[in-house]
């Protein structure tokens, strides 16, 4: 296994365990190479990143290397909602499914409760006025929940007598949303996340000044709730390769990664450590970069970039109910999202690996279209993968990809733009090298809000952009590699914990809804007390 020290561990049950920050420097001489593995655009069929991430380490291990793979854990609205698990497929798994996927070890809970208690004691600061000028106007903390529920996007709060004020619109985010969230991924160790969760911002004073976390006196109590859930989870694939799952930032509405703290415990365990960055690469290894490594010093010593056929027909024009069928023309429309992506990593001076997740439906021409088109961008090898069918096993060729590739060791990622540019400069940036755009268009909202930042001496601080997962622009129906769009800034939201400006472009939701066939109606449990239908 992970080689962890038992009085590290703390076991949950048979199959799980926390794993003390104390064994993080009990590391061995050299550090582990870090891979980071993201993807092409997602489409509706599905391109299965956490799979192949998964089948990596399986495939490292079985090449007689000491691997690990670190993953982000499952929301459980997702899990209830359209996505379903997140822990992989088929082969290819991180076990015990149906715990990792329902409540695991609690963090989820524990970060849920940490986040509303922050809110409740906000709001009581602002009702008895313990905080000079803060009153229920200035309050901008929003509360959460795990579950997808549209019905509390927008709510009002202290109803009922002035007893139960301040009296205020607000809403609910998912917990995923939360920042506490993405301050537990973000955080290096105690000291950081004590730091970081009294910034949080709970809301301005009547003349402008900013709340914080610690102004109300909330800290203290925040990082008690939190004392188990910052350490990482190790449970295993199916073939008993180490997996760390540990906090689950979304990608789209935050930075989308597992926890720094995951990845430094493998790295000082491990030969070659699998983590995940959420979505494709204009989100997930964007953010990576820019929010966690280069502020971390991790360091990165090759990018596996995950797609298939599938995918390349959606993005060739193909449609939905013809994902199944052979289309080497649409394959090789679709292919210049791939060359986008695979120049998206290789801007950050990253060298990558095509991995071609594969189905029954490619056919031999299809996949050579593919893999000619990856080389030829590029890529420093594409091969195929067939990790969900066959596990370690399928992903043979691509572990032996990797650790050519990775020969070279840690490689220190180059940012798209100077740490000290301003916000408006870095989502300029973004939009022309990562997202194709051909320029940004700022909202009223927007311009406010660049001028608070500057006021505020919060406007040279990284940038978070949440904008639809489902295209390289801000608008979900254009496919494949769009031209000549604008990126629409709707409005900026302050993270000050988490230390980045959230940019909402398009229409961005922070609290999912139910789809008309939820994944929940399809979950039980039989006579046995086994779970079914996760």
């Known amino acids: 296994m992970l080689g962890v020290a038992p009085r590290h561990l703390t076991a949950y049950g048979d199959e799980m365990a926390k794993v003390s920050l104390d064994a993080i420097p009990v590391a061995r001489a050299g550090e582990g190479k870090l891979v980071v593995m993201t993807g092409i655009t997602p489409t509706p069929a599905g391109e299965g990143k956490t799979t192949m991430g998964i089948a990596l380490a399986d495939g490292l291990a079985r090449a007689g290397q000491r691997a690990a793979v670190t993953l982000r ?85 202290g109803l009922g007598g002035p007893g139960n004020g301040p009296v205020r619109e607000s809403g609910f985010d998912i917990a995923a949303a939360s920042e506490v969230m993405a301050v537990l991924a973000l955080a ?55 997996a760390l799952l540990h906090a689950g930032p979304f990608a789209n509405i935050a930075h989308g990664c597992s926890s720094v703290l995951a990845d430094r415990l493998a790295l000082s365990h491990a030969d070659y450590v699998i983590t995940e ?48 069928r052979p289309d080497p023309l649409a394959v090789r429309l679709g292919a210049a999202n791939l060359e986008h992506h695979i120049g998206i990593v290789r801007g950050f ?25 990856a080389i030829a961008s590029g890529a420093a090898a594409a091969v195929l993968c ?12 691509l572990a032996d990809a990797v650790m050519r590739t990775a020969a070279g060791g840690p490689v220190q990622p180059t940012a798209l733009f100077s740490e000290e540019a301003p916000v408006l400069r870095k989502v300029e940036v973004l939009a022309n090298r990562v997202y194709n755009a051909e320029g940004v268009r700022w909202s009223p909202a927007a311009c406010r809000a660049l ?16 904008k639809t ?50 994944r929940a109606l399809d979950v039980d449990i039989d006579a046995h007390g086994e779970i079914t239908g996760i």
């Open 188 to 242: 290096s160790g105690w000291d950081d996340l004590r730091r970081r969760m009294g910034a949080i911002t709970v809301g301005f004073t009547r003349d402008g000044r900013p709340v914080s976390a610690e102004d109300v006196g909330a800290t203290g109590a925040m990082l008690a709730l939190l004392r188990d859930a910052v350490q990482p989870n190790l449970v295993q694939t199916l073939e008993g390769t180490p």
């Open 469 to 518: 997962s489902a295209s390289l622009s801000g608008d979900p129906s254009l496919r494949n590699r769009p031209v000549g769009h604008t990126i629409e800034v709707a409005d900026l939201l302050v993270s000050s914990g988490a230390g980045f400006v959230v940019a909402l472009v398009g229409e961005v939701n922070t609290m999912p809804g139910l789809p008309k066939h939820p």
């Open 73 to 157: 854990q499952p929301s459980m609205g997702p899990v209830f909602g359209i996505k379903g698990g997140g822990t992989g497929g088929g082969a290819a798994q991180v076990v015990p499914e149906e715990r990792i996927n329902l409540h695991f070890t609690g963090d989820f809970h524990a970060v849920e409760s940490a986040h509303n208690l922050l809110a409740a004691l906000a709001d009581n600061a602002a009702q008895r006025g313990l905080v000079a000028g803060l009153d229920g106007s200035g309050l901008t903390m929003r509360r959460v929940v795990q579950m997808n529920d549209r019905a509390l996007r927008s709510v009002a709060l």
């Open 451 to 466: 001028e608070r930042l500057e006021k505020l001496g919060w406007d040279r601080l990284p940038v978070c952009v949440a």
């Open 277 to 324: 960055a959420g979505f494709g690469s204009d989100l997930g290894l964007e953010k990576f970069v820019h929010l966690k490594a280069l502020p971390s010093g991790l360091r990165p010593a090759a990018v596996v970039l995950v797609a298939t056929v599938r995918a390349l027909r959606w993005h060739g024009g193909a449609p939905a109910e013809a994902l199944d």
């Open 386 to 397: 067939s990790g969900y069918a066959q596990g370690g096993a399928g992903a043979a060729e």
């Open 349 to 373: 001076g990253l060298p990558v690996v095509v991995a071609l997740n594969r189905f029954p439906s490619d056919s031999p021409e299809e996949l050579v279209v593919a893999q000619d088109i």
